[in-house]
């Protein structure tokens, strides 16, 4: 069972709305990443947060807004987003970046911008 | 262009089938990792291979890292419904970054 979770599981928002979606992880790792899954496309990496610090930023638009309090909850506020935004938005943990350590991914975030 | 191929894309079957699935590069990774994704669920990982050459075997799964660490696959035998799903492959590179390809979709009909 995952020790990763993501709420909501389903959004639908329009393109001037502003959302969040969170995620947490109960397994004790200090490493968080976001990803985009789209249909029949590989995952892509957008964000990656060490010790509560981003690390890496993937050339990801700034309508995406990345917030991680602490090593436990990591957010990601959406704002005036593009249909072609809509996928489903995976969140992941490992015990630290940069190691080679395993990542446990929760079960994502459906996204649909009308 | 994706650094990670793979092959094929969409793959039905019958219960009792066995099954190949193909994942290429032509860049070198440190160690190549499997998932498997369910609907409604994040990719679980199955297993990861690290040195060139390596074999490892998961129940009725086995999995091969190319000799030149560019490559590997998969092998299913006698897949079963519950086998059904959409498996990743991950290249590893520096820092731990994971480079995913784009997934083969496999559906076991009983």
């Known amino acids: 069972e995952t020790g990763v979770t993501q709420t909501p599981r389903h959004l639908v928002m329009g393109m001037t709305n502003k959302k969040s979606l969170k995620c947490e992880q109960h397994l004790g790792h200090n490493a968080m990443y976001w990803y985009k899954q789209s249909a029949k496309k590989p995952l892509e990496l957008m964000f990656v947060y060490n010790f509560k610090e981003q690390t890496e930023n993937n050339s990801v638009p700034s309508r995406f807004s990345p917030e991680c309090p602490n090593s436990s909850h990591l957010f990601l506020h959406l704002h005036t987003l593009q249909p072609e935004d809509s996928a489903l938005y995976l969140c992941?943990?490992?015990?630290?970046?940069?190691?080679?350590?395993?990542?446990?991914f929760g079960p994502g975030t459906r996204l649909l911008v009308l | 262009t994706q650094l990670l191929e793979q092959s094929p894309q969409f793959l039905s079957i019958q219960e009792g089938e066995n099954l190949t699935v193909y994942c290429n590069s032509s860049?070198?990774?440190?160690?190549l990792q499997w998932y498997r994704q369910e609907p409604g669920e994040g990719p679980v990982l199955l297993v990861t291979?690290?040195?060139?050459?390596e074999v490892k075997k998961l129940k009725r799964l086995t999995f091969q890292f190319g000799d030149a660490r560019k490559d590997s696959s998969l092998h299913i035998t006698a897949a079963q419904p519950g086998d059904t799903g959409l498996y990743l492959c991950?290249?590893?590179?520096?820092?731990?970054?994971?480079?995913f390809g784009a997934g083969t979709i496999l559906r076991v009909k009983s």
């Open positions: 992941a943990s490992s015990q630290e970046a940069g190691a080679p350590e395993t990542q446990y």
């Open positions: 860049s070198v990774f440190s160690s």
């Open positions: 291979v690290v040195t060139g050459g």
């Open positions: 991950a290249g590893v590179r520096y820092g731990n970054k994971l480079v």
